[in-house]
C-alpha cells in the first residue's frame, strides 16, 4: 500500500520529507471527530505511512500520523529516550474524564512509577483469582431471557465489566455503593459516547451547564455524583486501612493505593485517588465490553467461525478451568482479530520528538508530536491481506510484532489492564458459548460499522442477540 509511493523516490527525498495532508485544518478536525475511520484512511490511501496533519485543535501544531511498522517500531524503541518523550498532558484532553491526576496524564517519571504500583493487580496470581468470578458472571448475565427474548449484547456486555473491575478496584460485590458507582458511571458515558457526545468532547463551550436538562448540566450532575461516591469509598478505606496490619491488607487496588508511599513517605491525597481510580473504572470495563460486544457479532455472523469455536470449546477436559480456557489457541486468535479489525481506540497516547531524529528512514523534527494510527496500521494490507474481513486464521499462521498489532497501543504507554481485557474477554465468550441451556443468534443481519463513541470506536447500531432453544 504504502511502499509504492517510497520506491519512487530517492534515499535522501525519503529521508528528508514527510508529505503533509492537503485539506484545510478545519475540514481535518471535523473529520477527524466525526467520520475518524473515514479521515484515517483519506490520510494513508494516496500517501506514504507517515504524513503531517492538523487534526487536533487540543494538540501543538505540529502533528504527524504513523501507519508504518518499521518508523512504529524505531519510535518504540526510541520510548522515554533522549528523543523521545511521552509527556502526560499531551493527554490533556482525557483530563475532562478521568480528572487530572490520572496516570494517564501523569510526567514519564511519575507515570513510571505509578505504573509499577498498579501492575501486579492485573498480572499473575491476582488475575488468575478474578477467574472464577468472570466465569460466574457471565452465567448469570441471561438468566433472566426466556425463549425468544432479544437483549443489547452491549448492555449485558457492561454489566459483567462493571461488576469485574469494581470488585478488582474496591473489593465491592454488591450492596448500595456498589449500585449507585454502577449507575452513575453508566450515566457518565452514556452521555459522552452518543453522537454528540463527541462534539462535547472536543469543543468546551458546548459543555456548559445550561441546566439540569443540557448536556453539560448532565454531565456535571453525573460527574459530581461520581466524586462524592469514591470520595466516601476512599474515606471509609482510609480508616480500615489504618486498623489492618499488614499481613490483614485488603487485596483490591485502593487498599493498595492507600498504602504507597513516595521517596518522603508521602502518600496519595484524596484528588490523586479519586483521579486514579476514575482511570481505571471508566478504562477498565467501558473498552472490554465494546471488544465483547464486536466478539459476539463477528462470532455469530460468520457460521464457520462459530462451528470451529465450539468444537475447539467442546475439546476442553475440564471446562470450569479458566487457565485452560486463556490459553485456547482458536479462541485467542478470534478475541485477536476483533481487536483487529475493530480497535477500540483509534490512536497510540502522542510522543514528543525533543531532538531531531530519524525513524523508519523518515527525519523527524524537534516539536514533533507523533502518534501511531492503529486503525490504518490494522487495515495495512501488506500485514493482513483483506484486511476488512474478519479471519481469525491469520493469527493462527503467523506472529505479530508489538509494531504491528497495536489493540493495547505500544511503548511505555501500552493499557495497564491489557493481560485482564484479554482474560476476561476469552472467559465470558466461553461460558456463554457453552452454556447448555441456550444457543444464541443475530436479531438484524444488517451490517454493522464502526462509530466514534466519545474517545473510542464503537458499533453504530445495537448489536441484538436472541435467545434461541431455550431449556427448562
Given at each position: ?134 466465569s460466574a458472571l457471565a452465567e448469570q448475565t441471561l438468566k433472566d431471557l426466556k425463549d425468544g427474548d432479544a437483549f ?306 464503537g458499533p453504530s447500531i445495537p448489536v441484538r442477540l436472541k435467545i ?5
Open positions: 500500500m504504502n511502499q509504492s509511493v517510497i520506491e519512487g523516490h530517492s534515499q535522501s527525498e525519503e529521508i528528508n520529507k514527510i508529505p503533509s495532508l492537503s485539506i484545510a485544518p478545519h475540514w481535518q478536525m471535523l473529520e477527524a471527530i466525526l467520520k475518524p475511520i473515514a479521515y484515517y484512511r483519506r490520510c494513508f490511501t494516496h500517501n506514504s505511512g507517515v504524513i503531517r496533519v492538523k487534526m487536533s485543535p487540543t494538540l501543538p501544531p505540529q502533528q504527524v500520523l504513523i501507519s508504518d511498522p518499521s518508523v512504529i517500531k524505531d519510535l518504540i524503541n526510541e520510548d522515554g529516550g533522549r528523543c523521545i518523550s511521552a509527556p502526560g498532558q499531551l493527554n490533556g484532553l482525557l483530563s475532562q474524564v478521568v480528572g487530572q491526576h490520572s496516570i494517564i496524564l501523569l510526567a514519564p517519571a511519575i507515570h513510571r512509577q505509578r505504573r509499577k504500583l498498579l501492575t501486579p493487580p492485573f498480572h499473575g496470581e491476582r488475575l488468575k483469582a478474578y477467574g472464577q468470578l468472570i443489547d449484547a452491549r448492555e449485558r456486555m457492561q454489566g459483567i465489566t462493571m461488576r469485574v473491575i469494581l470488585t478488582a478496584v474496591f473489593g465491592l460485590y454488591e450492596g448500595e455503593t456498589f449500585r449507585r458507582i454502577e449507575h452513575s458511571l453508566a450515566s457518565s458515558i452514556s452521555i459522552r459516547s452518543g453522537p454528540f457526545g463527541s462534539l462535547l468532547l472536543f469543543f468546551p463551550f458546548l459543555r456548559k451547564n445550561l441546566g439540569p436538562w443540557s448536556p453539560g448540566g448532565r454531565i456535571k450532575a453525573a460527574d459530581t455524583t461520581i466524586r462524592r461516591l469514591l470520595l466516601a469509598e476512599i474515606a471509609s478505606r482510609r480508616r480500615a486501612v489504618a486498623q489492618c496490619n499488614e499481613g490483614n491488607m485488603p487485596a483490591d487496588i485502593l487498599s493498595l493505593l492507600l498504602s504507597c508511599r513516595d521517596e518522603h513517605g508521602q502518600g496519595l491525597n484524596d484528588d490523586e485517588l479519586h483521579d486514579e481510580l476514575l482511570t481505571l473504572l471508566f478504562a477498565g470495563h467501558e473498552t472490554t465490553a465494546t471488544a465483547l460486544t464486536w466478539a459476539l457479532y463477528w462470532i455469530h455472523r460468520n457460521p464457520l467461525v462459530l462451528e470451529r469455536l465450539m468444537d475447539e470449546l467442546n475439546g476442553l477436559a475440564d471446562r470450569s478451568d479458566p487457565e485452560a480456557i486463556a490459553k485456547l489457541p482458536y479462541l485467542s486468535a478470534v478475541v485477536n482479530e476483533v481487536l483487529r479489525i475493530h480497535p477500540v481506540a483509534m490512536l497510540t497516547f502522542p510522543r514528543r520528538i525533543e531532538a531531531p531524529i530519524t525513524l523508519g528512514g523518515y527525519s523527524f523534527h524537534s516539536g514533533d508530536v507523533v502518534m501511531a494510527c492503529i486503525q490504518a496500521v490494522h487495515e495495512r494490507s501488506d500485514l493482513y491481506p483483506n484486511p476488512r474481513t474478519f479471519d481469525p486464521d491469520r493469527f493462527m499462521n503467523r506472529t505479530y510484532g508489538p509494531h504491528e498489532f497495536l489493540a493495547f497501543g505500544g511503548g511505555s504507554r501500552r493499557c495497564i489492564g491489557a493481560a485482564l481485557a484479554l482474560y476476561e474477554m476469552k472467559l465470558i465468550l466461553s461460558k456463554l458459548l457453552l452454556n447448555n441451556q441456550f444457543k444464541l443468534t443475530l436479531s438484524s443481519d444488517r451490517t454493522n460499522k464502526p462509530r466514534r463513541r466519545g474517545f473510542t470506536l434461541v432453544s431455550r431449556r427448562p
